[in-house]
């Protein structure tokens, strides 16, 4: 297999993700093609072959006929969470590589649905799209981690706050325009976006969680999570909670404190990470215009440094630098793809996938009990459990 073909790939779900990011930053990358189109929302299908301009993609609303007929090697799936695992699952034994974007799912049974048809795939290729990971900072502290430079990592804060305002909770069923709350009420075209099956904000973990996991090289063990009332205060007609707060403990015995929040207005940067380790500590921003900042012990530093971790404009390539979501957008998608070409393991593989999905599944739950302290599932292949085999209960 040349590893410098390209590569035909099927897009299922032309939302604003999925159309979004392909137009922003993966179309961008060089080495792979672009083919189908799927969505179940024809409207959506249409609006995104427009925006992306090329008349040889083919169209589809089944995505199981895109899988059959298609020119395609790989998918990359951006529907609602809920929605991912079956896709997954499908595209697998249809035996195309697959991209998923984040969160995985909702559900444990899905973790081990997607687990067990990765195992049986006979090597296909599974990448989780969570991209955070990549970011400057959290390389920069991977490194540190690996050479020891903060000592043994005690203790770990992350919050992801995205004041998401209303116009993203309702669709427009012919048009797939966003509609307001107001201008849904009474409309018999209205339905409900993804953010009404986002019944537990933690369930959005995986997005902070993947980056930490990724600079601890760790899984999480124990959760337990207390919740704001089931009725936000922000949006009197929303019945889901304002905030949610996690502990966590690792199988490195590490500690993390973690947070999200979808409704409350907020500002950017939506993400903050703070690392405490015996030799050390290093944070992000909270607030625009100020810098990340790092200090160490023995250092002679009586303050902590300010600072930014970036990526090297020398170095990196240009279409990462410009991609979404500050630079970070092209790893996923890059990654895939060298993992595809040169038959490597994929960046966040399916263990990684699900070692990020679940603590935050397990946290929804422990919400629910009033902060129950719940275990998590280890989803390695072990002594109990054979690959490509669900686990006894
Ligand atoms: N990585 C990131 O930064 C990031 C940012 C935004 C959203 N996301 C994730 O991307 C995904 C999509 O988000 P979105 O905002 O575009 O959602 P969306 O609801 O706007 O779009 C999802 C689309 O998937 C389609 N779909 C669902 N099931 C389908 C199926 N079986 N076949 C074909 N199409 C199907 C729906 O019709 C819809 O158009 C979500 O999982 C979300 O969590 C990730």
Not at 53 to 73: P, V
Not at 249 to 257: A, F, G, I, P, V
Request: aromatic share 10%; charged share 25%.
């Amino acid at each position: 297999m040349s590893a410098d073909r390209i590569v035909k790939i099927g897009l299922i779900g032309a939302g604003e993700r999925g159309a979004g990011v392909m137009v922003g930053s993966y179309l961008k990358i060089k080495g792979w093609q672009l083919t189908a189109l799927c969505d179940k929302y024809e409207p959506r299908v249409k609006k995104a072959f427009d925006r992306i301009g090329d008349s040889a993609i083919r169209c589809y609303t089944d995505h199981a006929r895109m899988l059959k007929e298609a020119d395609i090697e790989a998918v990359v799936i951006a529907v609602e969470p809920e929605n991912n695992v079956a896709l997954v699952c499908d595209a697998l034994a249809a035996g195309k590589h697959v991209m998923c974007d984040v969160p995985l799912t909702f559900t444990l049974e899905d973790c081990w649905k997607a687990i067990v048809a990765v195992e049986r795939s006979g090597g296909l290729k599974f990448q989780m799209g969570e991209q955070m990971r990549y970011a400057p900072w959290i390389q920069a502290w991977k490194k540190m981690n690996q050479e020891g430079t903060l000592g043994k990592i005690l203790f770990v804060e992350g919050q992801y706050f995205h004041g998401i305002g209303d116009g993203a909770y309702w669709l427009d069923a012919e048009t797939g325009q966003s509609l307001t709350n107001a201008q849904a009420a009474n409309n018999p075209r209205a339905r409900k976006s993804r953010l009404w099956t986002l019944e537990h904000p933690i369930w959005y973990l995986p997005h902070e969680l993947s980056p930490i996991l990724n600079v601890l090289d760790d899984r999480v063990e124990t959760v337990s999570c207390m919740a704001t009332r089931k009725h936000s205060y922000h949006f009197e007609w929303f019945d889901h909670s304002d905030v949610e707060v996690a502990l966590m403990h690792t199988e490195k015995d590490t500690l993390l404190r973690l947070a999200t929040g979808f409704i409350v207005p907020n500002i950017t940067p939506c993400h903050w990470y703070h690392i405490m380790g015996t030799k050390g500590r290093v944070e992000t921003n909270r607030y625009e215009n100020e810098p990340m900042k790092m200090w160490l012990a023995g250092s002679y530093l009586r303050n902590p440094a300010a600072l930014n971790w970036e990526f090297d404009p020398t170095t990196t390539p240009k279409e990462a630098l410009t991609s979404g979501h500050g630079g970070v957008d092209y790893w996923a998608m890059a990654t895939f793809l060298e993992s595809i070409r040169e038959d490597k393991k994929p960046a966040m593989d399916i263990y990684q996938a699900v070692e990020a999905a679940a603590p935050a599944i397990m946290a929804g739950r422990s919400a629910e009990s009033g902060g129950q302290v719940l275990n998590v599932p280890d989803f390695r292949p072990n002594a109990k459990r054979q690959p490509g085999k669900m686990p006894v209960k």
